[in-house]
């Protein structure tokens, strides 16, 4: 059964550095997002992507934030000075349709 | 920020037995709605959804009822495994273009053997 990977599976930065977490995607998939868990909270929406735009983007999507498909299968988040706030499971997802599937996160640890 | 909530932290249920995990949201204007398991250290994995159009989806042991006066949705596990075992999601998202998914705080059910 088709699945979303994400690549690193952890990613410990220093505060300042820039980071770039990776995602594959479903290969029929035209929707694709990012989500964060900070330890102890809700599962937060960051960021929609759609034909090649960002579609929706929540108040925590900032300028520090960036997204990319760089080719035809990769996604990418880009944070560009990471916080110490920034620690949290960055969780990629796509969909066909309105049902979204997620990737097995990335636990970013900022120091 | 409380438009989808899930009030219950945990359940604990007998194998065999059903499970109904509950779930409230106050934004009107949710058409589509999804349950969510989750393991430890693994992504959300998608087990079930429903228009707002509908008031009840099945899919094998998975049935997912649908109360729009009441602004409230539950999941019902039949018969419930051990397996079962793992936190609910509960999300939501509006209508159109907007696709973002809103979660609650989830639901930890443990199924007894």
């Known amino acids: 059964e088709p699945e979303v990977t994400q690549t690193p599976s952890h990613q410990v930065t220093q505060m300042g550095q820039e980071v770039i977490l990776r995602c594959v995607p479903i290969s029929n998939h035209l929707y694709f997002y990012w989500y964060r868990q900070i330890l102890g909270q809700k599962v937060e929406f960051l960021v929609s992507f759609y034909n090649n735009e960002i579609s929706e983007k929540s108040e925590i999507f900032d300028d520090q934030f960036s997204v990319e498909r760089p080719d035809g299968s990769n996604f990418t988040l880009k944070i560009r000075s990471t916080k110490l706030e920034d620690s949290a499971m960055y969780f990629c997802a796509s969909s066909e349709k309105s049902a979204q599937y997620f990737g097995p996160g990335t636990r970013l640890t900022v120091l | 920020d409380q438009q989808v909530k899930q009030n219950s932290p945990s359940l604990s249920v007998q194998e065999g037995r059903i499970s109904i995990l509950n779930c409230d949201y106050t934004n009107s204007m949710f058409d589509y709605f999804l349950w969510y398991k989750k393991y430890p250290a693994e992504g959300p994995t998608f087990l079930i959804s429903?228009?707002?159009?509908?008031d009840k989806n099945e899919d094998g042991r998975f049935t997912v009822f649908l109360n729009k006066s009441a602004k409230h949705l539950s999941l019902h596990i039949v018969p419930s495994q051990p397996g079962d075992s793992a936190v609910y999601f509960c999300?939501?998202?509006?209508?159109?273009?907007?696709?973002?998914?809103?979660f609650g705080s989830g639901t930890q059910l443990t199924v007894l053997p």
């Open positions: 429903i228009s707002s159009i509908k």
């Open positions: 999300a939501a998202s509006g209508g159109g273009s907007a696709r973002q998914l809103t």
